[in-house]
């Protein structure tokens, strides 16, 4: 982990130290006072490497068309996907009835998703928009999941932001909500070919 952090109104925390992997939970958070908070977690750069067959179904799977039509251009369809990744993480929490503005704050990840209105301020059958960008500019037209879980089950949709990296959903059930995307670009390494960047959003809505 790169960077692991909780932000409220007024401060931030710094949460790795906090990290312990023999134990569960593997975070333990200090006590929260009441308002909205935002945790942050930015991972260390990983590798992967995948057959070609492989590497493109996860393409297709993740809207990464810009990659698909890199490699079908530069007859590269039958080489291996050898890529860097990174997670850039953001958890909405919400203690006490006392709402805070800290969810529309910018991070400074590489992709950023911020909500317009406070998730928590939204009841089921309302809509709420997102912002989403790649190294501050918006993440146009790019492909969007929206999971929500209720009662044990995990419903998914497949949606696009507009030109202007925008994206508008309506509430359609109480739950855990986490919103994603992932951008990938071309990169000149040794080792890798592919720089991906994991962004998502979690938040709940009673």
């Known amino acids: 982990v790169e ?34 908070h935002l945790i942050q977690m930015q991972s260390n750069n990983a590798f992967i490497e995948l ?4 590497f493109l179904d996860y393409l297709k ?3 990464i068309e810009n990659i698909i039509e890199y490699r079908e251009k530069n007859k590269l369809t039958q080489t291996q996907g050898k890529e ?12 006490g009835s006392k709402q805070t503005d800290v969810y529309k704050m910018d991070t400074g990840m590489p992709l950023e998703i911020v909500p317009e209105e406070n998730p ?6 309302d809509e709420l928009t997102f912002t989403f960008t790649f190294k501050k500019q918006p993440h146009r037209f790019a492909l969007i999941k929206v999971w929500q879980k209720n009662n044990g089950k995990t ?11 925008k994206l ?3 509430i359609g059930a109480s739950g855990v909500w986490m919103i994603s995307s992932v951008k990938m670009e071309t990169i000149q390494n040794e080792k890798a070919d592919y720089q991906s960047y994991w962004g998502s959003l979690v938040f709940a809505v009673k």
């Open 3 to 36: 960077r692991l952090s909780l932000h409220t109104s007024n401060k931030t925390i710094d949460l790795k130290n906090n990290i312990d992997t023999t134990r569960q939970p593997v975070v333990v958070l200090p006590p929260l006072e009441e308002g909205t």
């Open 51 to 54: 057959a070609p067959d492989k």
């Open 61 to 63: 799977e993740d809207g």
């Open 84 to 95: 860097f990744y990174h997670r850039n993480t953001k958890l909405l929490l919400q203690s």
């Open 120 to 125: 928590y301020a939204k009841k089921v059958g």
């Open 155 to 165: 419903f998914l949709q497949n949606l696009y932001t507009d030109k202007d990296g």
């Open 168 to 170: 508008s959903i309506r």
